[in-house]
């Protein structure tokens, strides 16, 4: 592509914004809260604290990590039977600078309101990509991270491109016979990105700091049969219009989500490679389980998809199909439904293809 990749969620407060349909991401936020407040238990002894929210996105879900942080601080206070100290809590938000930053000030503002004067509590965002360097050095205490690693630091794996390879092919047994090629290309990619927000974390936390991550991905015992489920939920989506004849296929056959849901081996080699943290906890929760299965419905999650891919999506493809008429992302949520109607319910292919989210909490280890 000529152009690089927009990645940033649908903007504002309407109908197909991320503000109104990301329930499902906070849901995994909620998962988040034991290991956050943990980590608050073992840093609250400091009279003042940096936390560091990278790819905050917009909406409701932009401070949900940081008000369950400063939460955790008070309860800790009140746990250790003293007042807060007269101390300083810093929120910093990050995001890609495409992100709906606007909403997001506005949220900080509301947010400081809402929490008082004590701890005197400071805001402030930090646009720019968490694969490179944001903050000083051992500046930070707490860095947390929600539904966002997933996404890589480029528009696809350089040697997929190279060779022109497609990541979704509309062909099944095509699409099975390179799966382990664009596999194998988008884990090296992941590799690779997740080293470089390690090592960069490593020189911005304070020794003994602490980062607690969430991101899509999967047991070590499952295959990785695709890239992440929402990922192949899109892809056979667009396939499906392809041959519909509503999008073009050789723009079907150039277009490369930048995700990859990892396993937690992965997740484990590459920071045990890396070298500057200690694991002090690794959760692999499935996608549906618990009270989570209770919100995936074809609805939310064709409308989740939109929110989250329709920026993309459209760079690629146009705001319309082929006949130039039709609303590209009105049929793409008319044809999700719809393939999960005739095909089986989606829970079905959930079971068939599982997928989890991959919960972690770290420690830096001393200088």
Sequence with gaps: MASKQMVHMNRGQGETSYARNSILQNAEQ??????????????VCSRSMVIADLGCSSGPNALALASIAVDAFRRRCLALRRPPPPAELCVLLNDLPDNDFATVVKSLVEFRRNNGDEPVLLTGVVPGSFYG????????HLVCSS?????????????LKMNG????????????????VVVGAYARQFRKDFMAFLK??????VPGGRMVLSLAGRRSVDLASELTHAWESTAMTLSDMVTMGVIDKEKFETFYMPIYGPSDEEIRQIIQEEGSFLIREMQVPELTSGAYSALITSARVASMLRAAFEP?????FGPTGCDGEEGIMDEFVRTAERRWSLEGSLQDELA??????????LEKKPS
């Design 30 to 43: 909620n998962r988040m809260r034991p290991l956050i407040e943990d980590a608050i238990a073992d840093l």
């Design 133 to 140: 360097r944001l903050f000083a050095a051992e500046s930070l």
């Design 147 to 159: 539904n966002s690693l997933h996404w890589l630091s480029e528009q696809a794996p350089e040697d």
């Design 165 to 180: 390879i497609p990541a979704y092919d509309v062909d099944a047994n095509v699409r099975r016979e390179r799966r382990a």
């Design 200 to 205: 960069m974390r490593a020189v911005e936390l």
């Design 312 to 316: 993309i999506i459209v760079q690629h």
């Design 352 to 361: 068939q293809n599982p997928r989890g989210v991959l919960l972690v909490s």
